[in-house]
């Protein structure tokens, strides 16, 4: 069980107070009841270096992490729908010219994870992308160990969306209070997506990202990915699916309380996918299947138009899309 630290460790932080402007990205977009699900980044994997510091508006080539390194990381990630985020240790982070003498890095792909350690982060450019969705991760990542403990990265990056700093470093430093952050399973990270849904988090591996936390729901998120649950309340969807098949899932996983991190299965069925309802609406219908049991569930999706609202704070708002599950039943 997570670790709760007295009050005589407390970190000795000055968070600003602050509140977003009530033109924040994140405020219009509760504004246009913009909900969470569907809203995840996409990603096959998640690679995860530890640099500290302070990160410019792109992390990878605007830190202390080397430019070069970062931008190879970044293409070749791209090319196979991965992301990688810098994740630093929660606290104040001042612009040092210290060079880090080792780093620690993790890679998730959804269902497992391998933690390595390089002196160089040139190093980092051996792993085999090609192999990284395989499901054989040591394979893929030089030197590389099986870590099945769970982790959870706050997006607090400041130069990216104001919103993810004046909202998310708050809910990283009481994290850190509550549960420690000695044995790095719980980390500040470089921009997530979506920072309209500020402050947000993925845990890891599943790779599930969460959105409008505070104290207390991210508190609870870190329990229950300990105890190997989901919170479905907080939950934008897992990243190694679309949107509309982040829906899906999160709908069968409320209609049947399932709450355990096992492995659902979605595929779209496009048998049905020109169907219409009264109302003339497109659906997308999606099978969602739980291999432990057996038991798999149709539900209907349906694209909707959402209210103008910006992606971003500073930019102009737009209109946006949203997926909503109509509809979710037992198939026979």
Same mark, same amino acid.
């Given at each position: 069980m997570p670790r709760v630290k007295d009050s005589r460790g407390r970190?000795?932080? +000055?968070?600003?107070?602050?509140?977003?402007?009530?033109?924040?990205?994140?405020l219009l977009a509760l504004a246009a009841n913009e909900p969470?699900?569907?809203?995840?980044?996409?990603?096959?994997?998640?690679?995860?270096?530890?640099? +500290?510091?302070?990160?410019?508006?792109?992390?990878?080539t605007q830190s202390r992490f080397p430019v070069d390194v970062g931008r190879e990381l970044s293409e070749r990630a791209g090319q196979i729908g991965a992301?990688?985020?810098?994740?630093?240790?929660?606290?104040?982070?001042?612009?040092?010219?210290?060079?880090?003498?080792?780093?620690?890095?993790?890679?998730?792909?959804?269902?497992?994870?391998?933690?390595?350690?390089?002196?160089?982060?040139?190093?980092l450019l051996a792993i085999n992308f090609d192999k990284l969705l395989d499901g054989s991760l040591t394979d893929?990542?030089?030197?590389?160990?099986?870590?099945s403990d769970p982790m959870l990265l706050v997006c607090t990056h400041s130069k990216r969306d104001v919103c993810c700093a004046l909202k998310g470093r708050p809910v990283a430093i009481d994290l850190s209070e509550r549960f420690g952050c000695e044995d790095s399973r719980i980390w500040e990270v470089s921009h997530l997506g979506g920072h309209r849904?500020?402050?947000?988090?993925?845990?890891?591996?599943?790779?599930y990202l969460h959105g409008?936390?505070?104290?207390?729901?991210?508190?609870?998120?870190?329990e229950e990915s300990c105890?190997?649950?989901?919170?479905?309340?907080?939950?934008?969807?897992?990243?190694?699916?679309?949107?509309?098949?982040?829906?899906?899932?999160?709908?069968?996983?409320?209609?049947?309380?399932?709450?355990?991190?096992?492995?659902?299965?979605?595929?779209?069925?496009?048998?049905?996918?020109?169907?219409?309802?009264?109302?003339?609406?497109?659906?997308?219908?999606?099978?969602v299947a739980n291999p432990g049991t057996g038991d798999s569930w149709e539900v209907?999706?349906?694209r909707e138009e959402l209210g103008p609202r910006p992606e971003s704070c500073g930019k102009d708002p737009v209109i946006g899309f949203t997926y909503r599950a109509i509809s979710t039943r037992l198939r026979d």
């Open positions: 970190l000795e932080q +000055s968070v600003a107070t602050a509140k977003p402007s009530s033109d924040s990205c994140s969470l699900a569907g809203t995840a980044t996409e990603a096959k994997a998640w690679i995860a270096i530890e640099q +500290s510091g302070p990160y410019g508006r792109d992390a990878l992301k990688v985020v810098l994740i630093r240790r929660i606290g104040k982070h001042v612009d040092s010219i210290a060079a880090q003498s080792k780093r620690c890095f993790w890679v998730a792909d959804g269902r497992s994870m391998v933690r390595a350690e390089v002196e160089d982060p040139a190093e893929a990542v030089p030197h590389s160990v099986p870590d849904m500020a402050p947000t988090a993925v845990q890891l591996p599943q790779g409008r936390l505070d104290n207390v729901s991210a508190a609870e998120v870190w105890a190997g649950r989901l919170v479905l309340e907080t939950c934008r969807g897992r990243s190694n699916l679309a949107p509309a098949a982040q829906v899906a899932e999160l709908a069968v996983r409320e209609h049947a309380q399932l709450l355990r991190l096992e492995s659902l299965t979605v595929t779209q069925d496009l048998s049905t996918s020109d169907r219409t309802r009264d109302a003339g609406l497109e659906l997308e219908t999606w099978v209907e999706v349906v």
